[in-house]
């Protein structure tokens, strides 16, 4: 389990490819559900309903999971799936720990404080750095550079983001 976090850090600091990891649906299957554990934690430090945050967790799984399905299939590298999805429902459980923090500092319904724009700006921080995580994974998967995987990230983040707090709201 060390060695598995430890290589999740790794691929976060952008040291290690996805490719490294074993090709393993029990893994997949593993990080899924932390995953989306985690997902329901950030939404409740958000201020959402346990609810919300779990169908909102679920929603942008299948999301994210469609959309490298689809086009792993159309660029003929499909056996790069599970590889690449456990990459990253790994680094995104990761990602989302480290979200809690900044997520806290701003107590919903409160008097905006330098507490709240610090937590604001950490926060902004953490989701750019997700965005270069999902691109270096992008660019080992796909074979592009990491800027190329980025923007795609990008692009992928605004449309999951729009798509999900439009069907179901919250933050």
Sequence with gaps: MQALITFFVELCVLRR???DLPASDLLLAIVLVADLVVGVLVGLTAGLSWLTSLVQGIAEICIMLAALYAGLTQLRLRPRFVQAATALLGSGALLGLVAIAPLSMNATGSE????????????????VWG?????????????LTLGQGAAIALA????????????FGGA
């Design 112 to 127: 905006p404080t330098n507490l709240a724009a610090l937590g604001a700006i950490l926060l902004l921080a953490v989701v």
């Design 156 to 167: 992928f983040e605004i449309v999951t983001v729009t798509v999900v707090t439009t069907l």
């Design 131 to 143: 965005i270069l995580v999902t691109g270096h994974i992008l660019r080992h998967t796909l074979g």
């Design 17 to 19: 490819p996805p490719q």
